[in-house]
């Protein structure tokens, strides 16, 4: 299949005089023309530096993106300079930022703000811009006449459309959207997950949604990756994942989540905290907190293992069958 | 069982410059006790505000609240403080709600020295410190950290450990998992659930997560705008539900199962203001099948089936 980006060994550390942290370890992912994937992990677990780091906005210092190649188009985006970078960022690839409220600038109007990312990356004159930010206000559902307002006078749900529509404004082929929906209340949720369906359908678009919560990958999502401490631990299609769990990390995601339908009594927690970044255990770095580790864990780190087509797990003891 | 707490016609209004602020409007219910009950609800829509009035950080504007047969509304004074020992708050934030001058142990510590639970005996004061510490997960060895030098999972035990110490018989729980990752929330649940039974506590579970909710209580209360639109056991509210808002908040929870469809009601709009609300149901501008009815007046909750009621003009 056409991939639209592949990402190899990417590492991204965070240096500072006392320590160093690794916040993406050896990060491999692909992802094919109009597909969306699910990047799950808790906080801290590199979700959103891996998509700083597509986007080249690791802060620097303390950021260094130490290796890997991320491919997008043919092209290195590691590699190629800053001015090109410009033109691939906010046009070829835009981000969707996860805090509604502090994401938009407070003193210029939304409309501006749309029109903004037009006027920089497509030729148009003011008044061309200005019309197609109108233009994208209706798509996301927000009235044109609004053009002129600040984003005080929105609600959380509808700055969170605003900025869809900022994101989505240049046609992107790869959308990278970091919690989207987290800072909203379910019924609003629902409908901003509707419009990015809706949206990325019209459109063909590419979709790296960044998340923790599991509900909603399971909406949105073709393929799921979930990360562990910068490292992808299970990869899959939606069903192979949920339907197949390997990994106990993934397991014991999945037995956090209290379910509508069953009326269980207790739930399964995964015991004990993520490790801390900067202090990484030298084997596999869920073997503390894991259920079924044994002595090779402890030293090893696991390598990826395909358990079925296109599944990969990586676990030295990867548990068969969804429920065991 | 008995009724530990009971809330009659509760009334919170806010002045603000724009009008009067309907943060909770007329909501009555009751308790029994060591039962839980969940109060669901978006933002907005005075769920917190409920709590903080039942507890007395807010003083309500009409309605009364009894607590074991008494009426304590307009106590204060050394009475307020008495009622404290049985009444306790765990608050939402577990980085903002905890002094960050203060170490673990005198954290827990400053509720038995205000009530002057053991006479001054700083040896069996800090005892009892070590056993709360122990029941709720705390390591001994963190008796003398600060706040700061503790992830979020344990700055929540530490807001458990700050409410138990009073050995209260009631909690008021505002959103405690909220800010918590799902594996760490799944331990606090069951942390608990497991004092729940230990102690016989009743709690007043107040979230927005309806998977939350339906697992850990026993009745549920769905807000909208500050009234209860819907009341019934958490069982039954999640097989069927009557008022339209509840099943659009309910088809609106994403699943984490894969492959399933769902028909999903998508509601129009957003939550209205509650400064000043126009006569009629709360929910009626974005309702699916308001009539004129919903926009002159406002719905009483109705007993549908025995212990399901239900504030809408469609029953």
């Known amino acids: 299949m056409d991939n639209i980006i592949e990402i190899k060994n990417l590492t991204i550390q965070y240096k500072t005089d006392e320590r160093t942290v690794e916040a993406v370890n050896r990060l491999n992912l692909t992802l094919a023309r109009g597909e969306s994937l699910g990047l799950v992990g808790e906080t801290g677990a590199g979700k959103t530096t891996t998509a700083l780091g597509i986007m080249g906005l690791i802060p620097n210092p303390p950021g260094i993106v130490t290796e890997g190649e991320i491919i997008f188009e043919g092209e290195d985006l590691l590699k190629i300079n800053k001015h090109k970078l410009r033109a691939v960022r906010g046009k070829k690839i835009s981000m969707i930022f996860q805090d509604p409220m502090t994401s938009l600038n407070p003193v210029a109007t939304v409309g501006d703000q749309i029109a903004e990312s037009i006027r920089i990356h497509e030729k148009l004159s003011r008044a061309d811009a200005t019309i197609k930010a109108k233009e994208m206000l209706e798509l996301v559902g927000i009235p044109g006449e609004r053009y002129a307002e600040y984003p005080h006078q929105f609600s959380g749900g509808m700055k969170q459309r605003v900025i869809i529509a900022i994101a989505l404004s240049c046609n992107p082929k790869l959308l990278l959207a970091d919690e989207p929906t987290t800072a909203l209340d379910v019924t609003i949720q629902a409908q901003v997950l509707d419009l990015i369906a809706k949206l990325k359908k019209e459109q063909n678009t590419s979709m790296i949604l960044i998340t923790h919560d599991l509900g909603v990958v399971a909406e949105v999502c073709d393929k799921v990756a979930i990360m562990y401490a910068g490292e992808i631990v299970e990869y899959g299609s939606l069903t192979q994942i949920y339907d197949n769990t390997c990994h106990p990390y993934t397991k014991g995601l999945f037995g956090s989540i209290p379910d509508l339908e069953s009326k269980a009594d207790r739930l399964n927690p995964i015991p004990g905290l993520m490790p801390d970044p900067a202090n990484l255990p030298k084997g596999c770095s869920f073997e503390p907190r894991c259920t079924c580790s044994c002595e090779k864990c402890k030293s090893n780190n696991p390598h990826m293992v395909e358990v079925e087509a296109g599944h990969f797990v990586k676990c030295f003891n990867y548990v068969k069958g969804g429920n065991a | ?315």
Do not use: W
Not at chain 2, 18 to 32: M, N, P, Q, R
Not at chain 2, 75 to 82: D, F, M, N, P, T
Not at chain 2, 134 to 160: M, N, W
């Open chain 2, 1 to 315: 069982m008995s009724e530990l707490l009971r809330v009659e016609n509760l009334k919170k209004y806010f002045k603000t410059p724009k009008g009067l602020l309907h943060a909770v409007d007329d909501v009555s219910f009751s308790i029994e006790k060591g039962e839980t009950l969940g109060v669901v609800g978006e933002s907005g829509c005075g769920k917190s505000t409920l709590g903080r009035c039942i507890i007395h950080l807010l003083e309500p504007t009409d309605g009364k609240v009894f607590f074991e047969g008494e009426n304590i509304t307009n106590i204060s004074g050394a009475r307020l403080k008495e009622s404290r020992k049985d009444m306790q708050m765990i608050f939402q934030d577990p980085f903002s709600s905890i002094n960050p001058r203060m170490t673990v142990k005198s954290i827990i510590e400053e509720p038995m020295v205000i009530h002057k639970i053991h006479n001054g005996d700083k040896a069996k004061q800090g005892k009892a410190v070590l056993e709360i510490m122990e029941t709720v997960g705390l390591a001994e060895r963190l008796a003398d950290s600060y706040p700061h030098e503790l992830d979020g999972g344990r700055r929540q035990r530490i807001g458990i450990a700050r409410a138990l110490a009073l050995e209260p018989k009631f909690i008021v729980c505002d959103e405690p998992v909220s800010a918590l990752d799902v594996s760490i929330q799944a331990q606090i649940l069951n942390l608990m659930q497991d004092l729940q039974e230990q102690r016989g506590l009743t709690y007043i579970f107040i979230t927005h997560d309806l998977s939350v909710v339906k697992h850990i209580s026993d009745n549920i209360c769905v807000m909208y705008l500050g009234t209860l639109v819907e009341k019934c056991t958490s069982d039954k509210l999640f097989e069927k539900q009557f008022h339209p808002y509840t099943q659009a908040l309910l088809s609106a929870i994403p699943i984490a199962k894969a492959n399933i469809k769902r028909e999903r009601i998508l509601l129009k709009g957003e939550i209205t203001s509650p400064i000043n609300p126009a006569p009629g149901c709360r929910f009626a501008p974005r309702c699916l099948y308001a009539k004129t009815e919903c926009f002159n007046r406002q719905p009483e909750l109705k007993e549908l089936e025995p212990g399901h009621f239900v504030a809408c003009h469609l029953y």
